[in-house]
């Protein structure tokens, strides 16, 4: 008894550093719960023959769903509309990876389609192959030297980190990026790197003359031929393998937030179906929530710092809970000594 409540004490201790990222813009959140979900391009993409979207998996680090890139997929999401340009904005890309492929692209901000020296613009100085346009670009990915992430920023610079992420087991994956200081820090495992990047927008070359607010943000994706090796015989414009818990804030955040976010999906509180024996659905939810249950049980409603806030008795498969009284944020479903996380929004 005395360790299930030190491990459900440990849980709340978890939520309750949680909450302190609620402080933080989450701006896109990719849980991949849901099958329906992983179509999310809103532009039809018709280049390198590549299919638009990625495949929806049950090999997940997180609840019982992922998305899976087979090399020739990606996800495609326009931020800007006054949300975000990513040249004049801080944000953080954070995910959960699984792959054991050579190289390729993570996350990338960048034009829809093209090349990086094709379609945007001449190029700013044909001796050194600067095009002012992609020098906008940046992106995440592994495979020049090793499995290791590297931050790439057009023609800028490379910054490649020390921890490879491809050997086929599952890693969280963060890039930071505060252009006021400036600093890009990637993280792995909720461990900072080594090498970190120092670009600014004052390190970018004059305006693109496509505008940086077309770009849009791509989850397993940059541009058709890049990033390459100066050879152009290795390249890595796709990701392979299984991505879960995409998150986009709208800030850079801070090596205790990216440890804490690191620890709290890393946990064992988030567990299939199978394993938990009930479900709760809609997650994220608002007004009232249904229970997926293989037998009856009571459930318990905690919120984020440990407080009961609901109980229900007898609940059976199918049962509805109203959660319309309870505010937004981190909570906690309970039954006997399985717990499920709850976003209510």
Do not use: C
């Not at 005395?2 to 909450?19: D, E, H, P």
């Not at 931050?151 to 800028?156: K, N, R």
């Not at 890393?266 to 293989?294: C, D, H, M, W």
């Amino acid at each position: 008894m005395k360790k299930v409540l030190l491990s459900f004490l440990t849980i709340f201790l978890v939520s309750a550093i949680y909450a302190q990222l609620d402080d933080q813009p989450l701006l896109l959140h990719l849980d991949f719960e849901d099958e329906d979900d992983i179509a999310l391009n809103d532009q039809d993409m018709a280049y390198d023959e590549a299919e638009p979207t990625a495949e929806y998996s049950t090999d997940a680090k997180i609840g019982t769903g992922a998305a899976s890139f087979d090399g020739l997929q990606y996800i495609i999401m326009d931020l800007n509309d006054g949300v975000l340009s990513a040249q004049a904005n801080n944000y953080t890309w954070a995910a959960w990876v699984k792959t054991d492929a050579a190289g390729g692209t993570l996350f990338s901000w960048s034009s829809w389609s093209g090349t990086p020296a094709e379609g945007n613009g001449p190029l700013e100085d044909e001796e050194t192959g600067n095009d002012p346009h992609m020098a906008a670009v940046q992106a995440l990915f592994w495979g020049f030297e090793s499995g290791a992430p590297t931050f790439d920023v057009g023609w800028v610079d490379l910054f490649p980190v020390e921890t490879e992420i491809n050997d086929g087991a599952w890693h969280h994956v963060v890039l930071s990026n505060d252009i006021e200081t400036p600093l890009q820090v990637v993280y792995v495992d909720g461990v900072a790197q080594s090498t970190t990047g120092a670009i600014g927008v004052t390190d970018y070359d004059d305006p693109p003359d496509t505008p940086v607010e077309e770009f849009v943000l791509k989850v397993g994706y940059s541009n058709s031929g890049w990033p390459a090796d100066e050879a152009e015989e290795n390249q890595w414009p796709y990701f392979t393998g299984v991505m879960d818990d995409f998150r986009m804030y709208g800030s850079a955040l801070s090596a205790d937030d990216v440890t804490e976010l690191f620890e709290l999906t890393s946990t064992s509180l988030e567990r299939s179906e199978t394993s938990l024996g009930f479900e709760v659905y809609p997650n994220p939810a608002s007004g009232q929530i249904r229970i997926k249950s293989t037998s009856m049980r009571d459930l318990e409603i905690f919120n984020a710092v440990g407080q009961l806030v609901r109980s229900e008795k007898d609940v059976q498969d199918g049962s509805m809970i109203n959660i319309s009284n309870l505010e937004s944020g981190l909570y906690f479903v309970k039954s006997g000594e399985s717990i499920q996380k709850l976003i209510v929004e």
